[in-house]
């Protein structure tokens, strides 16, 4: 154990140095915003890979929670029709980093919409409705509350064909990087509880390294959940 801590040490070192290097700076500089470093091909390969999956067209309308510098929300423009994606996050700083991707890759044409927001985008998004929404290792860090207000407006956001994918840790996954009061450990059967209150049900679909989720990194064993509405609701 001390040696692989030794080793990971080590290499969050090396990988520190290409913050001096002129043609890497960027590229590090995005990393350390989402974390970890060294891995934003990978994870952004991964996050393409698991909505298609699930069946993410691209003609449909993909609202990415948590979006942040837009490590797999590059690839989700790319993939998706003209103006098809939506990106929300709560950091400015990650949204702007995100407007520069979106010039950098030349993907103005595409014309993605990126907003801050503290409500999951509920106050900006106007009246849009989506066919997928896309919440990556989010929900470990939601008490019961936040829950409750993010499928308050998944409920209201997701068109009845519709479907949402997020994760929550593995049974026996390592808390210790949570900051205290730790929320809930949660379980698929906890998260359907809180979801069916607001018409939505949930199935959990396998752990995320079946999606081609990097299997050195530890999160591998987080659980792919889809959430879909059971129930008509008025908009």
């Known amino acids: 154990m001390q040696l692989i801590r030794a080793l990971k040490s080590i290499r969050r070192r090396v990988y520190g140095l290409r913050a001096f290097v002129p043609g890497l700076r960027r590229r590090h500089y995005l990393e350390a915003l989402v974390g970890p ?12 890979t698991a909505v298609k999956r699930l069946g993410l067209a691209p003609n449909h309308r993909l609202l990415d929670l948590g979006c942040g510098p837009l490590q797999g929300g590059e690839a989700f423009v790319r993939y998706l029709a003209p103006n098809r994606y ?6 400015p700083e990650v949204i702007a980093a995100g407007h520069e991707q979106i010039s950098r890759c ?3 044409e595409k014309n993605p919409l990126l907003f801050v927001s503290t409500t999951f985008g509920d106050v900006e998004l106007g009246d849009r409705t989506f066919d997928f929404i896309w919440a ?10 936040t829950m409750h207000r993010l499928f308050d407006t ?5 068109d009845p064909g519709g479907m949402m994918a997020c994760d ?3 049974p026996a996954a390592d808390r210790s990087f949570l900051r205290a009061p730790l ?11 809180i979801a069916k209150t607001h018409g939505l049900s949930v199935v959990a679909r396998g752990t995320i390294q079946d999606y081609d989720y990097p299997r050195r990194l530890g999160l591998r064993t987080n659980l792919l959940l889809t959430v879909t509405p059971t129930a008509p609701r008025e908009r």
């Open 168 to 170: 929550i840790l593995g």
């Open 106 to 108: 030349k993907l103005e």
């Open 154 to 158: 998944v409920s209201r956001r997701l």
């Open 183 to 193: 929320p809930p450990a949660h379980t698929p059967q906890s998260v359907d509880a």
């Open 86 to 91: 939506v990106g929300v996050d709560h950091w």
């Open 37 to 48: 470093l060294g891995f934003w091909d990978e994870l952004q390969a991964y996050q393409l």
């Open 136 to 145: 990556s290792q989010m929900l470990c860090y939601f008490d019961e509350a």
